[in-house]
């Protein structure tokens, strides 16, 4: 511990004293000292932060673009630039760093004059700073905000009430993500904007709306990628707005290589989404089938040009042997897993010991970071071997 | 919330003297208080004379840059309400250090001379 005594402006000679009686020969130093003193106000450092920068926070306050501290008083405060998300934690250093600003270095003393002294206030002794990691946007708020919202049809638009409804504002106000990872996720989620206000459209709405969809597909005996957008909304505009039948259309369909007489785009359905959400159906039903019967449901309800196939449960259910050694098929939905990567793999791994990379992958995907992505997770937090020429992944504390 | 952290004008280049252990001021008042004198030998080693102490040290480039954030608590009238918003003000960058690491060497005064 170092120890200071009162207070008083420093002269030349009480320098060059202090130099003599610490046997150092001026002449060995530089020209300029400097001389510290502390803050020039009191508790200046109570107003002062030291944030940690990576190259990507570098160049965002270098070029002044967007940066925000977000958060409401339930949350964890994270750090915002437009397109990523950082967890902030505060580090401790028992070590005392002291704040000079303006200080000199070695070679700006290096000038070649008479001995000149400055004066530095020091801006206070910091023992703690923030420390930063990049992170996932915290996504799982929208979800929860949004659902009491939901758009489960135009018929039961007027019983929403209003003051629940997010605007652009409010949204951005309450969830912690960047707004170029809020933006992907309005995508995502299948979130659209009706009149304003920012709205998820109800699995029940989305899966009726996909059967009539998939219903009139069949009834005009249409080829797989021979599906007309416009007649498909003149079918469908009693029931739905715009937008929402957007944003529908737009995640069941692909532009098709195949156009109509005037040069408009047909399309084609994509089998493995189309497959899902009817799955996804039958699980609301019943979340635990017999799969031979399971298969069999899928099949009938599934129009005859499209084919129902055992990868595309991968994401949403488990195909596994229950105790009686009969195959069935479990529903397991991702978005019910946890968001943590220590408790999301220990509920992998007790739901199904041995996964290959294939199954596993849409339960971690949303896992994955920059510097993270799916084989460093499993390299991570899984245990690999193979069978029969199949890599599989299992627990590491399994035997 | 959000508070946003803005960047006004030119960063001004701030350092950091990391000192080991902690150093507390024997006065009530503790500002302007002087704490030491900071050479640079010609070969750019630096030196801190602290009280009867001699500390050598060495200059750093921080792995990671630090920002300085100065917080600033605007007050806005929002109809005629008084709402307090705090936002940070980027004052400075951090890109070095002077590390003092080594155990300080007592100055001795008085002692007797042989020759």
């Not at chain 1, 189309?274 to 039903?285: D, H, I, Q, R, S």
């Not at chain 2, 004008?9 to 302007?32: P, R």
Request: include cysteine; proline fraction near 4%; glycine fraction near 4%.
């Amino acid at each position: 511990m170092e120890s200071v005594e009162s207070s008083y402006s420093r002269t030349m000679e009480e320098v060059q004293e202090s130099l003599k009686l610490a046997v150092i020969k001026e002449s060995d130093l530089q020209k300029v000292t400097q001389i510290l003193y502390s803050t020039e106000e009191p508790n200046v450092e109570e107003h002062i932060k030291l944030l940690e920068l990576d190259d990507h926070l570098l160049e965002t306050v270098n070029k002044g673009d967007s940066l925000t501290f977000q958060g409401t008083e339930e949350d964890l405060v994270v750090l915002c630039t437009k397109c990523r998300t950082y967890d902030i934690k505060e580090a401790g250093t028992s070590n005392s760093y002291l704040l000079v600003p303006k200080l000199n270095l070695s070679e700006q003393s290096n000038v070649d004059t008479n001995r000149t002294i400055k004066a530095r206030n020091i801006s206070g002794i910091f023992h703690t700073y923030y420390e930063v990691k990049e992170c996932r946007p915290k996504l799982e708020k929208l979800l929860n905000v949004l659902e009491p919202t939901s758009f489960k049809g135009i018929e039961y638009e007027s019983s929403i009430s209003h003051e629940l409804l997010y605007d652009w504002h409010r949204l951005k106000n309450e969830i912690q993500a960047s707004e170029a990872e809020l933006i992907q996720a309005l995508n995502d989620y299948l979130i659209t904007n009706i009149d304003g206000y920012f709205r998820l459209i109800s699995f029940e709405f989305e899966a009726r709306s996909l059967t009539l969809m998939l219903d009139l597909f069949e009834e005009n005996s249409w080829e797989i990628d021979e599906v007309d957008k416009e007649i498909t909304y003149e079918f469908l505009k009693e029931l739905i707005y715009k937008p929402v039948f957007n944003i529908l259309f737009t995640k069941y369909t692909e532009i098709s290589e195949k156009s109509k007489k005037d040069g408009t785009p047909l399309y084609r359905y994509n089998e493995e989404k189309c497959c899902k959400t009817l799955a996804k159906v039958l699980f609301v039903a019943s979340p635990v089938t017999e799969y031979k019967q399971f298969m069999k449901s899928w099949n009938i309800g599934t129009p005859e040009k499209i084919e129902p196939k055992e990868e595309y449960l991968y994401g949403i259910a488990l195909i596994r042997w229950n105790n009686l050694m009969e195959k069935e098929i479990v529903s397991f939905p991702e978005t019910d897993l946890p968001i943590d990567v220590d408790e999301r793999f220990n509920k992998l791994f007790k739901a199904k010991k041995k996964w290959t990379v294939q199954e596993i992958t849409p339960y971690i995907i949303n896992l994955t970071t920059n510097k993270m992505n799916v084989n460093a997770l499993l390299t991570k937090y899984a245990r690999s071997s193979i069978i029969n020429g199949i890599k599989y992944y299992s627990s590491k504390y399994d035997k | 919330m959000i508070v946003p952290i803005k960047k006004d004008g030119e960063f001004e280049e701030w350092a950091i003297i990391e000192l080991q252990g902690d150093l507390k001021f024997n006065s009530t008042n503790i500002t302007n208080v002087y704490i030491g004198d900071l050479h640079f030998t010609k070969s750019g080693t630096p030196i801190l004379i602290i009280g009867i102490h001699v500390l050598h040290g060495k200059e750093m480039v921080l792995p990671k840059p630090f920002a300085v954030l100065v917080k600033k608590k605007n007050e806005v009238n929002t109809t005629n309400i008084f709402e307090r918003q705090t936002e940070y003000i980027i004052k400075a960058l951090i890109k070095r250090k002077i590390i003092f690491r080594s155990r300080p060497k007592p100055i001795v005064t008085n002692v007797p001379k042989f020759n």
